[in-house]
């Protein structure tokens, strides 16, 4: 079963606007990481947060980690088309192996 | 070399026919995992390597599948008597595990899509 789960499952916003997604998961975990898929092919690892970090920030992302709920959230400022894909979030658990959550799609129009 | 490297990168099979997918890891990494993605979900976790520890495949769906990683690098991922289900794309990633989990993501390569007519 997944650890993670996104919502929304899907965004659509204009070029220069904020997305924001969020990710819950259910057990205690060492790290949380967020990737891109672009045409459902492989991912890119975008930022990872430590269990005992809150906020991280990298350029136009910024990443929350709410260990007391179990949840964390991606924000991509100033959208371009080019952000356009699916985004998961993943999580480290004990023995190193990374669950990944259902996705969201995010659709930038320009 | 520079990334994860998968081969081939479509495969398209028969029904009942055994195929193999492979995995080029980065180098130096000591921990290599195998998803499986059906079209529009997200990552099925399959089996996880971590040198010369047993690998976990908890996550692996049949008899069917099976994996090995030789010399601690490449590494085959096998599935047996293909069914119309297995038709996904198949991802490997690998990273330094242990200090590399906690600190550095995953690597993955882009994936073998694997069609069973």
């Known amino acids: 079963s997944q650890q993670g789960e996104e919502d929304p499952q899907a965004l659509s916003i204009q070029e220069g606007e904020n997305a924001t997604m969020n990710c819950s998961y259910k057990?205690?975990?060492?790290?949380l990481q967020w990737y891109r898929q672009n045409s459902g092919r492989g991912l890119v690892h975008l930022i990872l947060?430590?269990?005992?970090?809150r906020e991280k920030h990298s350029g136009r992302l910024r990443v929350t980690l709410d260990t007391s709920k179990k949840s964390s959230s991606l924000l991509i400022t100033a959208s371009r088309a080019a952000d356009t894909a699916s985004y998961f979030c993943?999580?480290?658990?004990?023995?190193?192996?990374?669950?990944f959550g259902g996705g969201t799609r995010v659709l930038v129009k320009p | 070399g520079a990334g994860v490297s998968q081969s081939p990168s479509n495969k398209v099979t028969e029904k009942g026919k055994d195929v193999e997918l492979r995995c080029d890891p980065i180098?130096?990494?000591?921990?290599l995992y195998w998803y499986r993605q059906s079209l529009g979900q997200g990552l099925e976790f399959l089996i996880y390597?971590?040198?010369?520890?047993?690998?976990?495949k908890s996550g692996l769906p049949s008899d069917r599948f099976s994996a090995e990683r030789t010399g601690g690098s490449v590494s085959t991922l096998t599935i047996q008597r293909t069914q119309q289900e297995d038709s996904a794309v198949y991802l490997c990633?690998?990273?330094?595990?242990?200090?590399?989990?906690?600190?550095?993501?995953?690597?993955f390569g882009s994936g073998t899509r694997l069609t069973v007519v």
């Open positions: 990633a690998s990273s330094l595990a242990g200090t590399g989990s906690f600190n550095y993501g995953y690597t």
């Open positions: 180098s130096g990494h000591t921990a």
């Open positions: 390597f971590q040198g010369n520890s047993a690998p976990d």
């Open positions: 993943a999580t480290v658990a004990a023995g190193n192996k990374l669950t």
């Open positions: 057990t205690s975990i060492n790290n």
């Open positions: 947060i430590r269990s005992n970090e």
